[in-house]
């Protein structure tokens, strides 16, 4: 039997390929009119930043991280041994800590400095049950804002993630903007200690893996997917009913922000995300339709004291991260027509191979002039060679044969309208060497009259 991918990943065969790079070039494209610029970070980083940026408690890091060692150091762990904390390797399930390393390793927000908005793309791991709509490894893109805690930096995060999500075709009307507020070191202790004894008081109702979180890590019960959970924690304190003055301004002001651009919102007490490092806003964008229970395509929030859990001095952040798998589905349920890898301008047809030299020599010359030209490279019958122009669907056929060869001619067929033109060889080449890839700006058949006159 052949070698299959690993389970719980996929290939991106050319089409979905070209989608991916047309994705996030979109994405550079929407992001960029906000500031943000490009980062590439690795693909692993010492566990330790993911354990005391993500949380220990996470499931994202108890559970579900994939730890890379090398064939030594795996021997020296099988022998009962130790290794240092630099070599104690996982691959990164999630973007923004090694994005936060990075800032704070290379000290790209000076004190006082401007805001660093970067953005990045790629690959994510996480060792989960695969899914529609979850995998092992997923692509994700996502943004960071280190340096900045105005109410108005959450504000315009969430507002260009909404305008990618309409840039790339998902509509305005299938997708809900979820918000809500996590508070902060001031107000979020005694709403962690509330929601603990609300749980104390409905151990009994909940799976063993609430009354855990009970303890370490609270919060993380709004996120089981246990009905009966979902059902005792729909009752449990809000932490809109506990914030501090200070949160509930910075929230009021961010919803105000909103509210002023026309973005719809439903603001939901139980969203918490999956990740410790949180603070105040929080959000997430979800597709209503197609998507099953995995309907969440995009979110994120503040997080004002990460900088700090990786050794860096106090920078306040805000980022998000959307999943392109996801998109994708919700592009499917929306009816969305992916383009084709595989297209072209022209086809060179050889009706025998007599010609080919010189039908490599045009196709060479439309290249040059800045077309995508393909021609037969497998001694096709002329039949065959239309059929394959039809597959690529290339717009025009250049067709030569000896007798045009003698003439000094060509013959240009039309893939939609089935019109045919004649056009000398030399005035062929003259023509692409003047328009290039601007044939198809134009009245094409005009050119060739022009082209043809000379």
Known sequence: MALQAPEGTKDLLPDESKFWTYFKATAAEVFGRFGYVPIETPLFEQTDLFVRGIGEATDVVSKEMFTAVSGQNLETLLGGGTIKAKSRLSLRPEGTAGVVRAVV??????????PAKLMYAGPMFRAERPQRGRQRQFNQVGVECLGAEDPSVDAESIIMLMRFFEAIGIPVESMRLLVNSMGCDVCRPAYRDAVRSYMDAHADELCDECKRRAETNPLRAFDCKNSGCAAVMAHAPKITDHLCGDCRDHYGTVKQYLVGEGLSFEEDPKLVRGLDYYTRT?????????????????????????????????TPGFGFALGYERCVIALEAAGYEFPRAQRCDYFVACVDDSVRPEAFSLVQAARNAGLTVEMDHQHRSLKSQF??????????????GPDELVAGTVTVRNMATHEEYAIGLAAMKSLLSRFGNQLFDGDFSSMLKSASEE
Request: aromatic share 4%.
């Open 105 to 114: 390793q290379h000290d790209l927000v000076p004190q006082g400095a401007a």
């Open 387 to 400: 059929k394959l122009a039809d597959k690529l669907d290339a717009d025009q056929v250049i067709v030569l």
């Open 282 to 314: 929080v959000f997430e964008v979800q597709v209503t339709e197609g998507m099953g229970s995995q309907n969440a395509i995009g979110g994120g929030g503040r997080y004002d004291k990460l900088a700090e859990e990786v050794g860096g001095r106090p």
